[in-house]
Structure formats: structure tokens, C-alpha cells
């Protein structure tokens, strides 16, 4: 079953599909100028209790505020 | 004839700047782009006995109406005419890189170069790209870089010659969207075709950008069309958008990445990716405990490394000028020409390019982290403490800085991305104790605490404290919006030494224009307050006038007229604070000035100058820098702030100190 779920439930190794950003014009295109647009494919590497998370995506590697995960819904692979 | 122009575009740690210093190496000149507080650098290079002038855009991940950088870039993109755009392009991550590409693409931009960099890099990653199929598939040339070492250069200016000279020809390959989004594609620009903006923009762009909901596109169809035709665009998206159940931008840029996806397949080829030094650095880096070790540690090193070289540097300089001052001095006649000269002018250059080593310095380390990649680590780590005062994580770069001197630690301000972030950082830098006012508190906890540590700390600690809670209230009251926090976490790559001499000389030659003027003019203020209509010592100087005018004030928190000379001298440079305490008490110094202090003043009083000195008022070359990254308005409300602030604070402890019995 492929669950939709919040990046923020990931934990590191996972890896998931973005399927929606849930936030404004100024939050949905920062994030997908920086690669991570509906249909990227996500990687976990770290999820910090108190801190960032840490992804891959596009051969590159971001880390965004848990808010801002909480916020990118992604199709678990 | 015009020089021809040259703009080069591309994401954030591509490697834009490196190129940019070798496509013009010394020639080049950094500004401000008109009206926002974005860095502009503009530069010259010649090829085949032509100049070329390359404008560097800020970096960007797109071209919105979101961010200023963003804007700067477009704009230029749109209205600067150029005649060569060339786009970087970070081989290592080509699928995000190349949609900065489509974006300029779909603004009808023909005259595009791909400067394919770190090929290098790519390969040791196992990404391979065959730069001829990309130029076939993009439509545009692409050119193979190595910007560090300088591999490509050559083949670039060549390029940019044969492309201005209209010897090449291109097809810059579009995004092709699902037939439901090119239809509303299509749609929109019917409705503006005929139109006098479809003569000044591309119509596809347009539409694009108004499906995005763009504010400036907005903007210019309300100004140009009117608001009947904005609605009735607006109107048919909103139907679009429910349709679809989601926002229109999003799923256009969905289908983009796709679309490139597409593209990347016909030269692109993965091999298997190996786990790289910075994967493995990156784990202990950012992590919320061996993180904050690492950057104490890193830290700690940069000091090291900006007060051990420049401190002797700054003594000899002083000494040079001083002796400067010395050999001139007989051979000026007129008494007050020689004083003018001698200790306003040349006493103030001396104080000026004095700094001129530590600034470099700084700078020189503070670009080796941040080109280095370090400096993102950074702003990761102190998100979560930073955000709960109203500044993001990257603030801590100016702050830190601030303990050097505020003067480069204000213009590290503009590294944060948010304008609104870049006042309030640049608002309470002033609060953190610079190196001159680390020499008047250890001087005064030495003569009135016995040089209790844990007394300087506390005024420190003190210091911050105050800073950090004014963010909080500051940010409350300048506008904009929150800046989402996303950060790259560039792969590390050992900066050029090139590159770095040049950025930090570049910077601390404006450190010294901007500042310097200031400083030269308090310099002679300060000169003809103590020496008119009578020298000082005699209490009749204007300097001890206006000392006994403040008192007062100044009696409120227990300090008397001669505080009064002195803070007022500090404004100067803080560390005049002392300097004119020894002129006041007959030239006494060191330890002999100590003991005079300490019997003309209780601990309790000592504590309050301390305090006050530490934060009463940025020294002019500091309102001078804030002055240069914002404008005089913001310099004064951080000044009256500072003496509100201080004023409060040292009236509460004298007073509260007193109640105690101290």
C-alpha cells in the first residue's frame, strides 16, 4: 500500500515521491525551485528530534525547518 | 561604441563567482544594484581586442517575484538588454540547475551560453554528461567548465565573442506541459495577444508566469490592461485551479521537472553514486550536539587566526602613522593647520586604515568558510536558537563577527537572504562588544574588580543578552515575511586562493571608502572639541563644556561630567573612553590611572560605566556602515535606541546597586 504521509514521518534511508506542498505561493515555490517539486524523488539521510531534516534530492542535499517538512507530503517507495 | 553585455545567471554554489573572477580577474567593481541592498558586481575582460562587461545576478534557484535577489535577476534578465546571458550550470546537480534554465528560456532569452561547471566533480560522483548531445537537446552551447582551475575560460570568452558577434545560431528548447495546462496556456495568451505588453514581453511568458500568479506580472497587466482584463484572467485560473484541485504553479512545476527529466535522459548517464567525504563530514557538521562542538571550534580558530596576524599589523600601521604625524609636525608653521593636519586628518586616516588589516582578515576567513560550504552548516545549526529571537540561523555569522568589530559584521549582513532578516541583524549588531570595547571593559573590571573574569563576563553575557531580546522586539516591527527555512548543503570544495584574495579585498576597500569618511570627519570634530577655544585639562574646552552639559543626565546612573567627556569622545572610537579619562586626569595611565579612578568612584559605578560604554551607541564608522546597508533613518533609530536602551539599563543598576547597599 503506498501511504501518503508528511516528509517529517520519514526516517533516515527512507525514501518517498513529493505528491503536494501544503503552503503558501512564497513556501510552495522556494521549495521547488530548489528541487523539490511534485514527483521528485526524496531521500532521507537525517531527521534530527531537535533539529532539521535532512534530505537528497536532485543529487543535491537540503535541510529544511521541521515545519516546513511537516508540510511536504511525499508517496512512501 | 557601448561595451557589450554580458549578464551571468545561475543557482546559489555553482561556482557563478569563481567564474566570474577569472572571466575578468582584477577588473571588476562591486556596487549596489539601484535601491535594494543586493550586491551588484560588475566586471571587464577583453577577447580578441573587444571589451566585454559581465554583470554577476545574484544567485538564484528561479526567477519569482518572491525574493528580491530573484527580482534583481529578472529584471535585468528582462530590461537589461543583455547581449550574451550565460547561465551556470552545477554539473553535479543538473536536474534542479536546468530549471533556473527553462525559466530563462521561457522569457524569450535566445543568446544563452550553458556554462557546464565542476565536470570534475560530477564524474568522481558518477554522473556522466556528453556536453554535445546536452547543447543538441537545449538548443544553446554548452561549454565544459572547470572555473577553479581554470580549464574552459578560454573556450567561454570565445563563445560569448562568436554568440555577440550573431555567428551562432540557437533554438533554446521550451517546456512542453500536459495538454490541459498548454491549453490554459494558450487561453491566456489570447487574452492578451494585440496588447501593447505582448510587444514588450513574450506572450508565453506571460501567461506562465500570470498561471503562477506572479505579483509583478500581475501588476503589469492591472497597470497596462486594466482591472477588468486582471480579473477576468484571474477568474478563469481560479476556475483552472478547482478543476484541478490544486494550485496552478504547482503542477506546472511538476510537469517543468518532468519535462527536463525528459531532456536529461538524451545526454545524461548515472553511474553508482558513492558515499562522499561530505555525506560522512555532514553527519557530524550538522548534528544538533558535535555540531555546535565543531563550530565553537572552527570558530575559536578564526579569531585565532584574524587577532594573531592582525593585531601586530594594526599596532604597526598606528605606530607608522603616529611617527608620520611626528616628522610632519615641525614642518607646519601655523599652529592650528598643524593640528588640523596632524591630529584630525592624519590621525584619522592613520585610525582608519589601522583597521584595514583585521577587516581583511575577517573577510578573508569568513569567504574561505562561507565558499568553502561551512557557512550553511551554520546556519543550520542555529536555526532553532536564532528563530526564537526573530533572526534566521545565518545571523550568527554578523554577531559572531561582532565581537571583532561591528563595522565588517554589519556588512555581513547582507549574506541573509531576507531583507527584512538584514535590518534586524544589522539593528542589534551594535550591542555585541567589539575588540575596542573588550579593551575599556577589561581595563575598568581590571581597576575596580581586580580583573574578575567572571565580572566581564557577566557584562558580556549581558551584551548579548540585550541583543538578542531586541531582535525579538524589532522584528516585531519591521514588515515582511518569515523567510522559509530550506538550505542547500553544497557539496565542500576548497575555495581558490585567487578568488578569496580578490572577494576580501574587494570588500575591505569599501569597508575603508564607506567607513573612512566618517571616521576622518569625527576625527577632526574630535580634534577641535578639545583643543577650542582651550586646550583640555583646563575645563574650559568645548569637549569638557558639553561634559558638564550631559552631566545631569549622566548623574542619574552615578557618573559625573568627566564620564560624560569621555562617552562622548567614544562615540569616535570606543576605546577613546579611557584614552580621554587619562587626559582628564592630567595624562595619568595605566595602572596609575586605575588607582586615581578607583578613589573618585565606587565598584558600583565602575560596573555602570562598564555597562554603559558597552552599549550606549554604535562608534561612528559603525552608523556609517549601517548607514551604507540601509539608509540614515535606520542609523538614527539604532543610535536613539542604544542610548535609550543603555540609559535604562544604567539607571536600573546604579539605582538597584545602590538599594543594595553596594
Same mark, same amino acid.
Given at each position: 500500500m503506498n501511504m501518503i504521509v508528511p516528509l517529517l514521518s520519514l526516517v533516515p534511508g527512507e525514501r518517498g515521491v513529493v505528491v503536494d506542498l501544503r503552503g503558501g505561493p512564497n513556501f510552495r515555490s522556494r521549495l521547488y525551485a530548489m528541487g523539490l517539486a511534485p514527483g521528485a524523488v526524496v531521500r532521507v539521510l537525517e531527521n534530527y528530534p531537535r533539529g532539521p531534516v535532512i534530505i537528497e534530492v536532485g543529487g543535491t542535499r537540503l535541510a529544511l525547518g521541521k515545519g516546513m517538512a511537516s508540510r511536504v507530503f511525499v508517496r512512501k517507495l | 561604441m557601448a561595451m557589450r553585455v554580458v549578464a551571468l545567471a545561475g543557482n546559489p554554489n555553482v561556482g557563478k563567482t569563481t567564474i566570474f573572477n577569472a572571466l575578468t580577474g582584477m577588473r571588476q567593481h562591486v556596487g549596489n544594484w539601484p535601491g535594494v541592498t543586493v550586491e551588484k558586481k560588475e566586471g571587464v575582460f577583453e577577447h580578441k581586442g573587444e571589451r566585454f562587461l559581465v554583470v554577476d545576478l545574484p544567485g538564484t534557484y528561479s526567477l519569482t517575484a518572491h525574493s528580491v535577489d530573484e527580482l534583481v535577476a529578472r529584471n535585468f534578465l528582462l530590461n537589461g538588454n543583455p547581449d550574451v546571458v550565460v547561465d551556470v550550470v552545477d554539473a553535479t546537480a543538473v536536474l534542479r540547475n536546468l530549471y533556473l534554465t527553462m525559466e530563462i528560456f521561457e522569457m524569450g532569452l535566445k543568446n544563452v551560453i550553458i556554462a557546464l561547471n565542476k565536470v570534475d566533480l560530477a564524474e568522481k560522483k558518477g554522473i556522466k554528461i556528453d556536453p554535445v548531445k546536452m547543447s543538441k537537446a537545449l538548443g544553446v552551447p554548452v561549454v565544459p567548465l572547470n572555473a577553479k582551475e581554470g580549464a574552459g575560460i578560454e573556450e567561454l570568452k570565445e563563445k560569448i565573442w562568436e554568440m555577440a558577434h550573431g555567428m551562432i545560431k540557437t533554438n533554446p528548447v521550451l517546456p512542453r506541459y500536459d495538454p490541459e495546462v498548454e491549453r490554459e496556456i494558450e487561453h491566456i495568451s489570447k487574452c492578451l495577444a494585440g496588447t501593447e505588453l505582448a510587444d514588450r514581453y513574450p506572450l508565453r511568458w506571460l501567461a506562465i508566469k500570470l498561471l503562477q500568479r506572479d505579483d509583478e506580472v500581475m501588476k503589469l497587466v492591472l497597470r497596462h490592461l486594466g482591472e477588468e482584463k486582471l480579473k477576468e484572467i484571474m477568474t478563469h485560473i481560479g476556475e483552472a485551479e478547482e478543476r484541478y484541485g490544486r494550485a496552478m504553479d504547482l503542477i506546472i512545476a511538476g510537469q517543468k521537472y518532468e519535462f527536463i527529466d525528459g531532456l536529461t535522459h538524451e545526454f545524461m548517464g548515472y553511474g553508482k553514486a558513492k558515499e562522499t567525504l561530505t555525506d560522512q563530514l555532514d553527519r557530524i557538521l550538522v548534528h544538533p550536539v558535535y555540531g555546535f562542538i565543531a563550530m565553537a571550534f572552527v570558530f575559536y580558530l578564526v579569531f585565532k587566526f584574524v587577532f594573531a596576524f592582525g593585531m601586530p599589523l594594526q599596532g604597526i600601521l598606528d605606530d607608522a602613522f603616529g611617527r608620520f604625524g611626528e616628522w610632519v !609636525?615641525?614642518?607646519? !608653521?601655523n599652529e592650528t593647520l598643524r593640528g588640523l593636519l596632524v591630529d584630525g586628518v592624519i590621525g584619522g586616516v592613520g585610525s582608519v586604515l589601522s583597521f584595514f588589516p583585521l577587516v581583511f582578515l575577517l573577510f578573508l576567513a569568513l569567504s574561505f568558510l562561507e565558499d568553502l560550504g561551512y557557512m550553511a552548516r551554520v546556519a543550520v545549526l542555529m536555526e532553532g536558537i536564532l528563530r526564537k529571537f526573530g533572526l534566521p540561523g545565518k545571523a550568527i555569522i554578523p554577531l559572531i563577527l561582532g565581537l571583532g568589530c561591528n563595522v565588517p559584521a554589519v556588512m555581513a549582513t547582507r549574506t541573509l537572504d531576507e531583507e527584512k532578516d538584514r535590518l534586524v541583524a544589522m539593528f542589534v549588531n551594535p550591542f555585541i562588544p567589539c575588540s575596542a570595547r573588550l579593551s575599556v571593559i577589561s581595563f575598568l573590571v581590571g581597576a575596580f574588580f581586580g580583573g574578575d573574569a567572571l565580572v566581564a563576563l557577566a557584562i558580556y553575557l549581558l551584551a548579548f543578552a540585550v541583543a538578542l531580546l531586541s531582535a525579538k522586539l524589532v522584528s516585531r516591527f519591521v514588515s515582511g515575511e518569515e523567510s522559509p527555512f530550506v538550505i542547500e548543503l553544497p557539496e565542500f570544495l576548497l575555495p581558490s586562493w585567487k578568488s578569496l584574495l580578490l572577494h576580501s579585498w574587494e570588500r575591505s576597500k569599501e569597508f575603508v571608502q564607506k567607513a573612512g569618511t566618517v571616521i576622518l570627519v569625527g576625527s577632526i570634530i574630535i580634534w577641535y572639541l578639545s583643543n577650542y577655544p582651550v586646550p583640555m585639562g583646563t575645563g574650559k574646552s568645548y569637549a569638557e563644556r558639553l561634559g558638564h552639559l550631559v552631566a545631569p543626565y549622566l548623574n542619574l546612573m552615578g557618573l559625573d561630567w568627566k564620564a560624560g567627556v569621555s562617552l562622548i569622545f567614544g562615540i569616535i572610537a570606543k576605546e577613546n573612553v579611557i584614552s580621554t579619562y587619562s587626559i582628564l586626569y592630567g595624562g595619568l595611565t595605566g595602572d596609575a590611572l586605575k588607582k586615581a579612578m578607583m578613589s573618585a568612584m565606587s565598584p558600583l559605578q565602575g560596573f555602570v560605566l562598564a555597562v554603559v560604554t558597552t552599549l550606549y551607541v554604535p562608534c561612528i564608522a559603525t552608523i556609517g556602515a549601517v548607514r551604507a546597508e540601509s539608509n540614515w533613518k535606520w542609523a538614527l533609530a539604532v543610535t536613539v535606541y542604544m542610548i535609550t536602551v543603555a540609559s535604562l539599563l544604567g539607571i536600573l543598576i546604579w539605582h538597584v546597586g545602590t538599594a543594595m547597599g553596594l
Amino acid at each position: 500500500m503506498n501511504m501518503i504521509v508528511p516528509l517529517l514521518s520519514l526516517v533516515p534511508g527512507e525514501r518517498g515521491v513529493v505528491v503536494d506542498l501544503r503552503g503558501g505561493p512564497n513556501f510552495r515555490s522556494r521549495l521547488y525551485a530548489m528541487g523539490l517539486a511534485p514527483g521528485a524523488v526524496v531521500r532521507v539521510l537525517e531527521n534530527y528530534p531537535r533539529g532539521p531534516v535532512i534530505i537528497e534530492v536532485g543529487g543535491t542535499r537540503l535541510a529544511l525547518g521541521k515545519g516546513m517538512a511537516s508540510r511536504v507530503f511525499v508517496r512512501k517507495l | 561604441m557601448a561595451m557589450r553585455v554580458v549578464a551571468l545567471a545561475g543557482n546559489p554554489n555553482v561556482g557563478k563567482t569563481t567564474i566570474f573572477n577569472a572571466l575578468t580577474g582584477m577588473r571588476q567593481h562591486v556596487g549596489n544594484w539601484p535601491g535594494v541592498t543586493v550586491e551588484k558586481k560588475e566586471g571587464v575582460f577583453e577577447h580578441k581586442g573587444e571589451r566585454f562587461l559581465v554583470v554577476d545576478l545574484p544567485g538564484t534557484y528561479s526567477l519569482t517575484a518572491h525574493s528580491v535577489d530573484e527580482l534583481v535577476a529578472r529584471n535585468f534578465l528582462l530590461n537589461g538588454n543583455p547581449d550574451v546571458v550565460v547561465d551556470v550550470v552545477d554539473a553535479t546537480a543538473v536536474l534542479r540547475n536546468l530549471y533556473l534554465t527553462m525559466e530563462i528560456f521561457e522569457m524569450g532569452l535566445k543568446n544563452v551560453i550553458i556554462a557546464l561547471n565542476k565536470v570534475d566533480l560530477a564524474e568522481k560522483k558518477g554522473i556522466k554528461i556528453d556536453p554535445v548531445k546536452m547543447s543538441k537537446a537545449l538548443g544553446v552551447p554548452v561549454v565544459p567548465l572547470n572555473a577553479k582551475e581554470g580549464a574552459g575560460i578560454e573556450e567561454l570568452k570565445e563563445k560569448i565573442w562568436e554568440m555577440a558577434h550573431g555567428m551562432i545560431k540557437t533554438n533554446p528548447v521550451l517546456p512542453r506541459y500536459d495538454p490541459e495546462v498548454e491549453r490554459e496556456i494558450e487561453h491566456i495568451s489570447k487574452c492578451l495577444a494585440g496588447t501593447e505588453l505582448a510587444d514588450r514581453y513574450p506572450l508565453r511568458w506571460l501567461a506562465i508566469k500570470l498561471l503562477q500568479r506572479d505579483d509583478e506580472v500581475m501588476k503589469l497587466v492591472l497597470r497596462h490592461l486594466g482591472e477588468e482584463k486582471l480579473k477576468e484572467i484571474m477568474t478563469h485560473i481560479g476556475e483552472a485551479e478547482e478543476r484541478y484541485g490544486r494550485a496552478m504553479d504547482l503542477i506546472i512545476a511538476g510537469q517543468k521537472y518532468e519535462f527536463i527529466d525528459g531532456l536529461t535522459h538524451e545526454f545524461m548517464g548515472y553511474g553508482k553514486a558513492k558515499e562522499t567525504l561530505t555525506d560522512q563530514l555532514d553527519r557530524i557538521l550538522v548534528h544538533p550536539v558535535y555540531g555546535f562542538i565543531a563550530m565553537a571550534f572552527v570558530f575559536y580558530l578564526v579569531f585565532k587566526f584574524v587577532f594573531a596576524f592582525g593585531m601586530p599589523l594594526q599596532g604597526i600601521l598606528d605606530d607608522a602613522f603616529g611617527r608620520f604625524g611626528e616628522w610632519v !609636525a615641525p614642518h607646519i !608653521a601655523n599652529e592650528t593647520l598643524r593640528g588640523l593636519l596632524v591630529d584630525g586628518v592624519i590621525g584619522g586616516v592613520g585610525s582608519v586604515l589601522s583597521f584595514f588589516p583585521l577587516v581583511f582578515l575577517l573577510f578573508l576567513a569568513l569567504s574561505f568558510l562561507e565558499d568553502l560550504g561551512y557557512m550553511a552548516r551554520v546556519a543550520v545549526l542555529m536555526e532553532g536558537i536564532l528563530r526564537k529571537f526573530g533572526l534566521p540561523g545565518k545571523a550568527i555569522i554578523p554577531l559572531i563577527l561582532g565581537l571583532g568589530c561591528n563595522v565588517p559584521a554589519v556588512m555581513a549582513t547582507r549574506t541573509l537572504d531576507e531583507e527584512k532578516d538584514r535590518l534586524v541583524a544589522m539593528f542589534v549588531n551594535p550591542f555585541i562588544p567589539c575588540s575596542a570595547r573588550l579593551s575599556v571593559i577589561s581595563f575598568l573590571v581590571g581597576a575596580f574588580f581586580g580583573g574578575d573574569a567572571l565580572v566581564a563576563l557577566a557584562i558580556y553575557l549581558l551584551a548579548f543578552a540585550v541583543a538578542l531580546l531586541s531582535a525579538k522586539l524589532v522584528s516585531r516591527f519591521v514588515s515582511g515575511e518569515e523567510s522559509p527555512f530550506v538550505i542547500e548543503l553544497p557539496e565542500f570544495l576548497l575555495p581558490s586562493w585567487k578568488s578569496l584574495l580578490l572577494h576580501s579585498w574587494e570588500r575591505s576597500k569599501e569597508f575603508v571608502q564607506k567607513a573612512g569618511t566618517v571616521i576622518l570627519v569625527g576625527s577632526i570634530i574630535i580634534w577641535y572639541l578639545s583643543n577650542y577655544p582651550v586646550p583640555m585639562g583646563t575645563g574650559k574646552s568645548y569637549a569638557e563644556r558639553l561634559g558638564h552639559l550631559v552631566a545631569p543626565y549622566l548623574n542619574l546612573m552615578g557618573l559625573d561630567w568627566k564620564a560624560g567627556v569621555s562617552l562622548i569622545f567614544g562615540i569616535i572610537a570606543k576605546e577613546n573612553v579611557i584614552s580621554t579619562y587619562s587626559i582628564l586626569y592630567g595624562g595619568l595611565t595605566g595602572d596609575a590611572l586605575k588607582k586615581a579612578m578607583m578613589s573618585a568612584m565606587s565598584p558600583l559605578q565602575g560596573f555602570v560605566l562598564a555597562v554603559v560604554t558597552t552599549l550606549y551607541v554604535p562608534c561612528i564608522a559603525t552608523i556609517g556602515a549601517v548607514r551604507a546597508e540601509s539608509n540614515w533613518k535606520w542609523a538614527l533609530a539604532v543610535t536613539v535606541y542604544m542610548i535609550t536602551v543603555a540609559s535604562l539599563l544604567g539607571i536600573l543598576i546604579w539605582h538597584v546597586g545602590t538599594a543594595m547597599g553596594l
